[in-house]
């Protein structure tokens, strides 16, 4: 059952946006199990990056929107019929600006919404849900600039912790 490119343990990343007045940027695809629901933008690690330069990448080539990174939220992770193991790491960023252009091959639409407004809406993704009810406790900050040791051959290394 597993995907050409990805096997049988994926790597995803999801943004979670907050602009000045606390709205977040949500996104709604045209495919998958998400179609038509409110969801953060989101994508697979390609194999040259690390997981804060993809989803930094996917927020920018879903909604146009370039970000600075705060930190890492959280992990969501499963397995798909008992074959696949599929995990996203949440991050939480910051907008450099807020004028959305949207990917229209893979998204319906891309709006800035209150969390408050989501929590209504029964288009939201349950991970919306939850994340608006539990808003933003426990960031984890990251580390950069901190080798392991030349043994490893590491290119990039970074601590969210």
Not at 33 to 51: C, I, M, Q, R
Not at 103 to 131: F, G, R, T
């Amino acid at each position: 059952m597993g995907d050409a490119k990805r096997g049988n343990v994926w790597l995803g990343v999801s943004g979670l946006v907050v602009d000045e007045n606390g709205r977040w940027l949500v996104v709604k695809k045209k495919y998958s199990g998400l179609k038509g629901k409110w969801s953060f933008p989101a994508g697979f690690v390609k194999n040259d990056e690390t997981a804060d330069e993809a989803v930094m990448r996917e927020v920018l080539e879903e909604t146009g929107i370039d970000t600075s990174l705060n930190g890492l939220i959280g992990l969501r992770t499963g397995v798909i019929k008992g074959e696949i193991s599929d995990n996203m790491l949440l991050f939480a960023l910051s907008p450099l600006h807020t004028n959305i252009k949207i990917q229209h091959d893979e998204l319906m639409d891309v709006q800035w919404m209150h969390p408050d407004a989501l929590l209504q809406d029964p288009n939201a993704s349950v991970l919306l849900h939850k994340m608006a009810k539990e808003a933003l406790r426990d960031t984890k900050q990251l580390t950069d600039g901190i080798n392991p040791g030349d043994q490893f051959g590491y290119t990039a290394y970074k601590l969210f912790l």
